[in-house]
C-alpha cells in the first residue's frame, strides 16, 4: 500500500527558532501534498494544499510567511514553521494524493509531527 | 466556506451497531470521506461516497444524500478497538481538498 513519512516524529524547540516538517511519500508520487494541523481533542485543519512545481494555496487566517511550505519533488514536502511560538505546539499531519489518482478520494496520511515550542 | 457537524461523543456496547451522523454545508462538492483517528495516531481511510446511497465494507458502512447534505457512518458488530474518533470529511473545490468535520469520539463499552 502506499506509504507517507513525516520527519521528524516529534520535536521540542525554543520559542523563536525555525522547525522544518519533511513529508515524504515512498511508494509512489504525488503531485499533491496536503498540510494539517490539529490541537487536542480538536478535528483537523488544513491549513494548505500544496503542488509539485508551484506555490501552496494557503487557507485562510493561515499565514504563509509563517508556515513555509515546499514542495520541491514528487516524493517530498516541506513544512518550516518561522519564529515559532508556544501556540505553535501542535500535531502537524500531511497527507499525499498519488499521481494519477482520481480526484476524489485517494490520499494517504503520514504519522504526524508532534511539535512542542517551550 | 466549509462547515460539517457531528456529534462529540457516542458510547456502544460492544457487539452493538452505531451510527454517526454527519452534517455539511459546502460549494463546490465532490464526495464524503469518513476517517478513523486512534488517540496520537494519524487519521486512516474508512469509505468515501461520491453519489447517494450506501456503501458497504467489511463492518462498516457509509450513507451519503446530495440532496439532504447528509451522511453517515455505520459500524456494525462494535468490536473495542472501534473505540477511537471518527471524522466525516468533504472533498470540494478545484484541487479536491478535503476539510474534516468536527470529529465524533466513540467508546465501546463490555
Known amino acids: 500500500g502506499a506509504v507517507v513519512s513525516q520527519h521528524p516524529s516529534w520535536v521540542i524547540c525554543k520559542s523563536g527558532t525555525s522547525v522544518k516538517i519533511e513529508c515524504r511519500s515512498l511508494?509512489?508520487?504525488?503531485?499533491?501534498m496536503f498540510w494539517y494541523r490539529q490541537f487536542p481533542k480538536q478535528s483537523l485543519m488544513l491549513m494548505a494544499t500544496?503542488?509539485?512545481?508551484?506555490?501552496?494555496?494557503?487557507e485562510q487566517g493561515v499565514e504563509k510567511d509563517k508556515f513555509l511550505i515546499n514542495h520541491a519533488s514528487l516524493t517530498l514536502s516541506t513544512l518550516t514553521v518561522t519564529s515559532a511560538h508556544p501556540e505553535d505546539s501542535s500535531f502537524y499531519i500531511c497527507?499525499?494524493?498519488?499521481?494519477?489518482?482520481?480526484?476524489?478520494?485517494?490520499?494517504?496520511f503520514g504519522p504526524g509531527t508532534r511539535l512542542t515550542v517551550l | 466556506g466549509q462547515s460539517l457537524e457531528q456529534p462529540s461523543e457516542v458510547t456502544a456496547v460492544e457487539g452493538a451497531i452505531v451510527q454517526i451522523n454527519c452534517t455539511y454545508q459546502?460549494?463546490?462538492?465532490?464526495?464524503l470521506s469518513w476517517y478513523q483517528q486512534h488517540d496520537g495516531g494519524a487519521p486512516t481511510f474508512l469509505s468515501y461516497?461520491?453519489?447517494?446511497g450506501l456503501e458497504e465494507t467489511g463492518r462498516f458502512s457509509s450513507f451519503l444524500s446530495r440532496s439532504d447534505s447528509y451522511g453517515y457512518l455505520l459500524l456494525q458488530e462494535l468490536q473495542m478497538k472501534d473505540s477511537a474518533s471518527y471524522f466525516c470529511?468533504?472533498?470540494?473545490?478545484?484541487?479536491?481538498?478535503?476539510?474534516f468535520g468536527t470529529g465524533t469520539k466513540l467508546q465501546v463499552i463490555p
Open positions: 497527507s499525499a494524493r498519488p499521481q494519477g489518482a482520481a480526484l476524489y478520494n485517494e490520499q494517504f
Open positions: 511508494d509512489f508520487q504525488a503531485t499533491t
Open positions: 500544496s503542488n509539485e512545481g508551484s506555490k501552496a494555496t494557503y
Open positions: 459546502t460549494s463546490g462538492f465532490y464526495g
Open positions: 461516497n461520491a453519489l447517494d
Open positions: 470529511a468533504v472533498h470540494s473545490g478545484g484541487y479536491q481538498k478535503v476539510t
